[in-house]
């Protein structure tokens, strides 16, 4: 049995379930949002027993996503403790789920975190840009001039930003000279600054065990996608990538004790590929269905087998 962690809005999630209802594989969705209404329950005495979805056993967890409930006329002080208590119980409660994990959920809460994936990429041996995160303004204006004042800015974290209305999200920017002969108007909250390195083109490399799906987006072709290929519609295409970045790439993922990964990275006009990101979750339907490479498979295989 499978139990997959998400919420009732992963198409990800629903893309998978899809292909296990097809080949006839028993699987088990925890949507997080609704925990208030699952039956759960936990015993710790002579034996420790669980029991979730009915369930007392899983052989594999895949852990996509989690979602906390939306509580609704409840006092705002009881609210977040309400979350809280709540957050904290799936995250004990994914402590003590036994079986295999793709991935498991505290590798993926450490290998999000971009400064820590940025200086085990180095280790291994990729090549990173020029970093520099601070809130030393003279500092910031120093590495501006030492990249010949060409560098990017993008968030230390989430790039969607909630409203209301419709979600809205911070792309990668480029700084230009007159915000920094500005900067003195703005205080500097957490965020990357890096060199921008000249692209040849983009890739996204999707990782599932030992198994790796290299594509590449062509951002350079269209001037709205030079510095971020996320603001247009773009397609990907199938690519060969060499053997060494390939074994780098697996051994990244290893080394972040994850199953699977989805990897940014540049391709310079040089030949040289720039290490840019790996996200534990990332989403990868798009690149299968355009690319035809069958990443699904290897999920439900690594799941199985």
Known sequence: MILIITHKADFTADFI???LNKIGIPYKRFNCEDI??????????????????GESKFDAVWFRRTKLPDLQNVPNDQRLFLLNELDNFLKNLFSVLDGKWVSNPNSVYQAENKLFQLKIARQLGFNIPATLITNDKNKLRWFFSENKKNVIVKPIAQTRVKSADTPSFIFTNKLTPSLIERIDDFDLTPC??????DKDYELRITVVGDRVFPAAVYSQDHHETLTDWRRKKLSFLKIEIPESVHDLCIELVKKLDLKFGAIDLIKTKAGDYIFLEINPN???????????????TAIIDLLTC
């Open 192 to 197: 990357i600054f890096q060199e921008n390195i």
């Open 17 to 19: 379930i899809n292909k």
């Open 36 to 53: 208030l209404d699952y039956p759960y329950g936990i015993s710790i005495g002579p034996d420790f027993h669980y029991c979730l979805l």
């Open 282 to 296: 990332g989403q990868w339907v798009w690149i299968e269905n355009e690319t035809q490479q069958a990443i699904s």
